[in-house]
């Protein structure tokens, strides 16, 4: 890894969100044993800190701004970057799976109602009306920045907000262009920089240049471990695009594979890699912060 | 000259539409012409998305007429498949059609469906993707290659959170037509594949909200007498997604496989367990799952090189007819 840059350790919240990528089985077992309410993640999110992690990646969810409101009043907000994952996909899909999608539509816009910002209100009727599906990326990161605002506080350092996989890998297949430029552009203008999480990072990568996106500007999530899993089509591909990048600005996730894989193993594979800004882990209890931060804020030499 | 490509409609925009005109539109071999969906609200959010590209939004399928297509995929609820395919073929609109899992509403539907399809001769799917999960492929391949001895009994589940604390007034799993058709049917289709023909023995329980069941469990048997019982419930705690799995007894050894992972265990109680991490679970383009990349890779080079397809209407049709037998048996309770 270079050495130069400001590398990133970010706590992630898989865990705490009641998810595994090894296996359902081992998320429901530790949902079981070690349920993690807001007060109980912030704790090891606070862990996290203390042994080397320097920012948070979260979804947005209920569960995580409730965590950020605890980790507010803790004042341990302040020592971190936040990195906000929209939208939480779990909770869309449940939603129309429970309701359809036109019922997806219809909550979506009742909520954005509810929040009570009446420039997203204004800017979403004017965007029915027009039918602007950019105009509607816009009211929806209106809404996604006023809640997380609401919860941080407006002095929290919230540095990107990241498209989740699920929309960003669709978007590259449906060669949704505009989607990619009108939030780079939206997010840009505040200040914040633009992130995509993707399980094809190589397409992502090909399409940016197709449609002269400047990948620089964005922060690129993906997952990157030594037996490449979810790294699609292949880890040769993947490994072969991170070398070509011309700045260190992906972040690396799954980078235990699930849990398949040993911390130490997996530090190995990733300070081997050129052009990695940081990596996210999750973690699920203050024993496991400590000894994972620590090793990992070691072996990045942060 | 280049070779012309597969041009394909998808009916239905709710996310298994936009999943596989996502997936579709990556393919090289594949052209993604025009989409279609009744719901006007729908309609209008996706004429306006796809503005940018060359796919056209339609609202009615008798449009799909225009476009000279190859195949058609149908991701609309299950009630609305028999009525659409009946459609497609009485114009000649296409031959080659795959249909999002249940073929149909009840096995009647399903197996007219299958009729036409074979008078039409084009190449038929239903989306039973789990067969092209590499943890199920890795357990056909065990039970295939017989090391482990002819099974004698299985237990199967379909379970997930997804109607759990839902209230009697609830009229979101009938819209999904209930928990055999929802998730169920995912689990009975693998056992078809696993352990061939299968009759129902016993239905335990069954309970309903409305007209559509929430749960069930049932007892099946195959012709050379391998045991089995289903359980199906989309009110379990704890399960963020839907899980499928099954537990073989082998006269060997114990085959466990869910989504995630098989264990083998010996009669000398080793074990050995594989994660998709050790079964090159890597696809050209993921979303989902892997296993929705290899299903449509399936139906696209099975239309490229005119060949059968699996799961087609014809092996989808035992589905239904199995899941009759249960509510059938289930009124009965």
Known sequence: ?302 | MPKRRIRIGVVGLGKMGLLHSSLLNTFQDVELVALCDRNALMTRVCRSIFSSTAVVVVNSVEKFNEFALDAVYITTPISSHFPIVKDLYAKKTVCNLFTEKTLASNSSQAEEMSEIAKKIGGITMVGYMKRFSVVFKKAKEFLVAGDLGEPVSFNAYAYSSDFLGLTKDSKSSVSRGGALKDIGCHIIDLAFWLFGDLKVTEVTSCDKIGDSEISASFTVTSPNEIAGRFDVSQRMLNYRMPEFGFSIECPRAKLDVNDDRLRLTLKDGSQKTLYRHDLHDNVPFWLGETEYHRENEEFINSIIDNRMCEPNFETALKVDRLIDQVKQRAATL
């Open chain 1, 1 to 302: 890894m270079n050495d130069e840059i400001h590398k990133l350790l970010l706590v992630g919240d898989n865990p705490f969100q009641g998810i595994s990528h090894l296996s359902q089985e081992q998320a429901r077992t530790r949902g079981e044993v070690d349920v993690s309410p807001a007060d109980r993640a912030a704790d090891i999110v606070v862990a996290s800190i203390k042994n080397g992690a320097n920012g948070f990646s979260f979804s947005v969810s209920d569960l995580t701004l409730s965590i950020l409101r605890s980790l507010r009043e803790r004042k341990s907000l302040d020592a971190i970057s936040l990195y906000a994952m929209v939208p939480y996909a779990f909770e869309y899909v449940r939603v129309a799976t429970q309701t359809g999608t036109p019922g997806l539509v219809k909550r979506f816009a009742k909520q954005v109602v509810l929040t009570g910002n009446l420039r997203a209100i204004l800017e979403g009727l004017w965007s029915a009306a027009r039918q602007d599906p950019e105009g509607f990326v816009n009211v929806y990161l209106s809404y996604e920045l006023s809640r997380i605002k609401s919860a941080a506080g407006k002095q929290a350092k919230l540095t990107s907000v990241l498209l989740n996989e699920v929309i960003v890998d669709m978007a590259l297949a449906l060669n949704f262009d505009w989607l990619f430029k009108s939030l780079i552009d939206f997010l840009s203008k505040r200040g914040i920089t633009p992130g995509f999480n993707t399980r094809n990072f190589p397409y992502l990568v090909s399409k940016f240049n197709e449609w002269e996106i400047n990948i620089e500007e964005a922060l690129i999530v993906t997952p990157f471990n030594k037996v490449g899993f979810q790294m699609n089509p292949s880890r040769e591909k993947c490994e072969e695009a991170l070398k070509n990048l011309a700045k260190p600005n992906l972040l690396a996730i799954s980078v235990l594979a699930a849990g398949y894989l040993k911390p130490s193993e997996a530090a190995d594979y990733i300070t081997g890699l050129e052009n990695l800004k940081g990596i996210i882990v999750g973690v699920s209890n203050e024993q496991q912060a400590s000894a994972t931060f620590a090793l990992f804020k070691e072996r990045l030499r942060i």
